[in-house]
């Protein structure tokens, strides 16, 4: 079940607002329409989920109750590696049997292994949990209920943001929900709602058909498909992460911004500020930090960022694809910091963000393509022009799809938003409520209204394509 589909936005969900509405123990509603929300669809792997919670919570316990430091470490280590022995068994047995040929009949059962969804943020949001009770960070949450809510919430629980719990910790207590909490969370849910089904899945349907053709693709459609992909994931992930802070402040949450504008970046380390911003602050201040960041001279920073961008793509998912495309972006961040940085400071902004995009479009295709054939044959494709370029790429799209990718252009380079706010029409989206923000406006309203509308029209008309992340 997916926040898109029919069953979640006209059944579970005003059911789950109802219930959590009107009885008194809202953290148990939550954990248990949580745990229904993942019980659908993941079955009896919901037990991975719950097993998480009751090892972390009684780990944590033991770090935070001990005052002997090496027995503190060894209880983090064992908590840390039972975490990354949950990840790396479901979700990179089957890549590690087939790459490294490990063709026994012994191991015929690695290719009847499930991944659960979600296994890589609920792992990453348990290590954290455990690393900052180590650190003294936060104290051990005594309440399993507590606990339990801050693994299971539903509305970050299958593809984040990733949360730090001493930052919600005085929320599991005790939240108060606002008028103005409601509206924010409500048009942020709207938004979210209209990137995914309006944007992301309209483009969706373009970049799809055309990366399984691949090398065999003209040099313009092989850009087309990229294009659309690299908005496509923008708004399918960026709509999940609106959807879900929006959730959050419906019922007293308030979740970090997950995105801010990436696609307006004038450098790669730009983009990786702006982009996923609760993953590239966990690796921060879990693996960047503890490897010695840029303590330790140039060389040991390249080495760090290499290694943390490798596992960063390894994070994203089982293939050598991800893993090219960890390495690529890591290089990248190599070379700004030897100097290609400061000369892209002098050149023009022009030139900047055209540099960036160009560099974040190879990667995506890196990161979408099947296999590191497909990749390099469309990346070459679009490098070298073919003999077939005579294809109008801009004549394959039917008048929705060229209307949706103009619009998804100009809201990722932000030239819409800035034209309302320059004709006064909205004021700039808050972080958190204002006093006058856009969604209490009445251009606001009308926006939300229109979303929400147009979106459930194509959700029952039978569209549906899942969220990227999910199989994170």
Not at 30 to 36: A, I, K, P, Q
Not at 141 to 162: A, D, H, K, N
Not at 216 to 230: G, I, M, N, Q
Not at 399 to 427: D, N, Y
Request: glycine share 6%.
């Amino acid at each position: 079940m997916v926040f898109s589909s029919v069953s979640f936005l006209f059944l579970f969900l005003p059911i789950f607002l109802l219930v959590y509405c009107f009885l008194k123990d809202k953290n148990l509603v939550y954990v248990v329409f949580s745990l229904g929300f993942y019980f659908i669809g993941e079955g009896w792997y919901t037990s991975i989920v719950l097993a998480s919670v009751v090892v972390n919570y009684f780990v944590a316990l033991w770090i935070d109750r001990n005052e002997s430091e090496p027995a503190r470490r060894l209880a983090l280590l064992a908590g840390v590696a039972i975490n990354l022995v949950v990840l790396v068994f479901f979700k990179y047995t089957n890549f590690l049997v087939a790459s490294f040929g490990w063709n026994a009949p012994s191991l015929e059962w690695s290719s009847r292994l499930h991944l659960p969804l979600g296994v890589s943020f609920f792992t990453f949001h348990a290590i954290s949990y455990l690393v900052d009770i180590y650190r003294r960070v936060a104290r051990a949450e005594r309440s399993f209920l507590r606990l339990s809510l801050y693994i299971l919430m539903f509305p970050q629980l299958i593809s984040g943001p990733i949360l730090r719990f001493h930052t919600i910790a005085r929320q599991l207590r005790k939240r108060v929900v606002t008028g103005r909490h409601v509206y924010f969370g409500l048009y942020l849910f709207c938004l979210g709602l209209g990137q995914k089904v309006l944007i992301a899945d309209t483009l969706a349907g373009v970049a799809d058909p055309l990366f399984v053709n691949g090398a065999s693709l003209s040099t313009t459609t092989a850009w087309l498909a990229a294009v659309c992909y690299t908005l496509q994931i923008l708004f399918d992930f960026s709509g999940y992460s609106n959807m879900a802070i929006g959730l959050g402040w419906l019922t007293g949450f308030h979740f970090p911004r997950n995105f801010n504008s990436p696609y307006i970046s004038r450098s790669v380390t730009e983009f990786w500020r702006r982009w996923h911003m609760s993953l590239s602050k966990w690796f921060l201040d879990y693996l960047y930090i503890p490897l010695g960041g840029n303590r330790n001279g140039a060389l040991q920073t390249y080495r760090n960022l290499i290694i943390v961008f490798l596992l960063c793509g390894l994070w994203h998912g089982a293939g050598w694809t991800f893993v090219l495309w960890g390495i690529y972006h890591g290089l990248l961040l190599v070379l700004e910091r030897l100097g290609w940085g400061e000369v892209l400071r002098r050149l023009p902004r022009a030139f900047q963000h055209l540099y960036t995009m160009l560099a974040v479009i190879f990667g995506w295709v890196l990161f979408r393509a099947d296999n590191v054939t497909q990749a390099f044959g469309m990346l070459q494709t679009m490098i070298v022009p073919t003999a077939s370029d005579e294809v109008d790429a801009w004549h394959l799209l039917n008048g929705q799809e060229q209307l949706v990718l103009v619009l998804a252009i100009l809201f990722a380079t932000r030239i819409v938003p800035h034209m309302l706010r320059s004709a006064s029409l909205v004021s700039p989206m808050p972080p958190w409520p204002r006093r006058t923000p856009v969604y209490m406006s009445g251009v606001g309203c009308i926006i939300a209204i229109l979303l929400i509308s147009a979106s459930s029209v194509k959700i029952l008309s039978g569209s549906y394509s899942p969220f990227i992340y999910f199989r994170f």
